[in-house]
């Protein structure tokens, strides 16, 4: 496959999707002759900085390929880590292109306004001589077992919320409630604190509250998150330290942490399999991802791989939110299973909802029909190219796959076929990594009671 004058090899294509171009394929294959020195640089709250070391050809006649490559590792590391400042040092004209890419009105303005909007300050690309050093901050959050905690989980469709005593559960409780299509906070408000209370009903006393939230979450306030939708901009004040305020109103001054639910799951996972490095990638309504590192730490970064390309081929996808394409929105969740169908000869009623029209395959995969099996197998070609260019990124040991897009024998597909594309194309990174579904004793941990495990008392 040529891409940009990039001869890109590929030898597991999904058999839905031929034109499928591998980012990370199109990555190694650029960098092959490529000589010039090009850094990268991404800051966020608190001058934490992610900082990429790289090379371009700086040529006229790759000079499109350059800035492609630039362009979509600026976009990786805005979704993987989050920042509102970028630093550029190398070529000036590609420095410029891809300032103007990010700047207001530009290709990529979504991610300038998303990003300002969550680090409160104003975006920007700056050309530098050389970039900042790198600096993390990871915090090391969860799994405390000791006192009386509650561990509340909020759903778009279901609030959950258990009772913890020194590590046991005693009480939990799931309690429908559509906080997506409400408008007033105190909907919301009201609903945490309600279930807050009914898990200290069954409690001798509460000495910690942890929360696992789908969102943008900094310094345990929402940034961004979807439960909130439909709240009006005038009433967003309430609607940040919502958790915060819960807590404190209800229980006074006791330790907190308000943390996003794909990082819940990957310590979830940490406390089932015993070990840290693990990355939780959740296919659902989106792509959900969660990671803790290998000292055992959150580490504070977005994590918002519904974002991160994965496809370099220019007729990839549209992501109707963001306006790009190629993201992993479209490949690693119920979208994707929508995307394929078609392909495989499968139709399905427009007027079905989107989680309709999952179920649909998923029984026609439960069947054994071979179109749906081509389907997740399209699916498990994504992901075992995705997963290798994960892996570069992050370095994690375990991934534990969930969502809906997982369950039975889709699932099962989508893992096998992974793991033969691992093993077939990245054999250093199959012999590295350890994807699985998750376990009877990771369902037993639950996400609510992971989340009671996230303050540390009297630190």
């Known amino acids: 496959m040529n891409h940009l004058g990039i001869e890109v090899p590929v030898k597991n294509v999904p058999p839905l999707d031929p034109g499928f171009i591998p980012l990370n394929r199109f990555n190694e294959a650029f960098l092959a002759a490529a000589k010039e020195p090009f850094d990268v640089a991404v800051e966020r709250s608190g001058g934490q900085m992610a900082v990429y070391k790289t090379r371009i050809h700086g040529t006229a006649e790759l000079f499109d390929a350059d800035v492609y490559y630039i362009e979509r590792l600026v976009k990786t590391i805005l979704w993987m880590k989050g920042g509102f400042r970028v630093y550029l040092a190398g070529n000036k004209a590609v420095c410029d292109a891809i300032a ?72 939990s409780e799931e309690v429908v409630w559509f906080p ?148 992993g929105v479209k490949y690693f969740s119920q979208d994707s299973v929508i995307k394929l169908a078609p392909a495989a000869g499968i139709e399905l009623d427009e007027g079905l909802s989107p989680a309709e029209k999952l179920k649909k395959v998923q029984g026609l995969m439960e069947a054994d029909d071979p179109r749906a099996g081509k389907v997740y197998e399209s699916i498990g070609v994504y992901l075992g190219h995705a997963l290798a260019y994960y892996y570069g990124l992050y370095g994690f040991k375990h991934v534990l796959l969930l969502g809906r897009v997982m369950s039975g024998k889709g699932g099962d597909l989508i893992l096998a076929r992974c793991k033969e594309v691992l093993a077939d194309e990245y054999p250093a990174v199959a012999a590295a990594i350890r994807p699985a579904l998750p376990d009877e004793k990771f369902r037993r941990v639950g996400q609510s009671a992971a989340a009671a495990s996230l303050p540390e008392i009297g630190g």
């Open 100 to 171: 103007a890419i990010y700047s207001e009105g530009g290709q990529q303005e979504f991610d300038n306004h998303f990003m300002a909007h969550v680090f409160e300050h104003p975006f920007e690309v700056v050309r530098v001589d050389a970039v900042p050093e790198a600096k993390d901050s990871p915090k090391r959050i969860g799994g405390h077992m000791d006192g009386c905690r509650i561990g509340f989980d909020a759903g778009g469709s279901d609030r959950k919320v258990s009772a913890v005593i020194d590590g046991e559960s005693v009480y």
């Open 180 to 327: 997506k299509i409400n408008a007033d906070p105190d909907y919301h408000y009201e609903g945490i604190v309600a279930a807050l209370k009914s898990a200290a009903a069954h409690l001798p006393r509460v000495d910690a509250v942890g929360v696992s939230s789908a969102g943008i979450f900094i310094d345990d306030r929402t940034m961004r998150a979807s439960l909130f939708l439909k709240v009006p901009d005038e009433l967003s004040y309430k609607v940040k330290d919502i958790y915060i305020r819960a807590i404190t109103d209800t229980f006074g001054d006791i330790p907190y942490s308000v943390i996003n639910d794909g990082d819940v799951s990957a310590l979830a996972g940490t406390m089932s399999i015993g070990e840290p490095n693990v990355l939780g990638i959740a296919m659902g309504t989106s792509e959900a991802v969660g990671y803790v590192d290998g000292a055992g730490c959150i580490t504070g970064w977005l994590n918002e791989l519904a974002f991160v390309p994965v496809d370099a081929s220019p007729a990839a996808m549209v992501d109707e939110w963001s306006g790009d394409i190629g993201c």
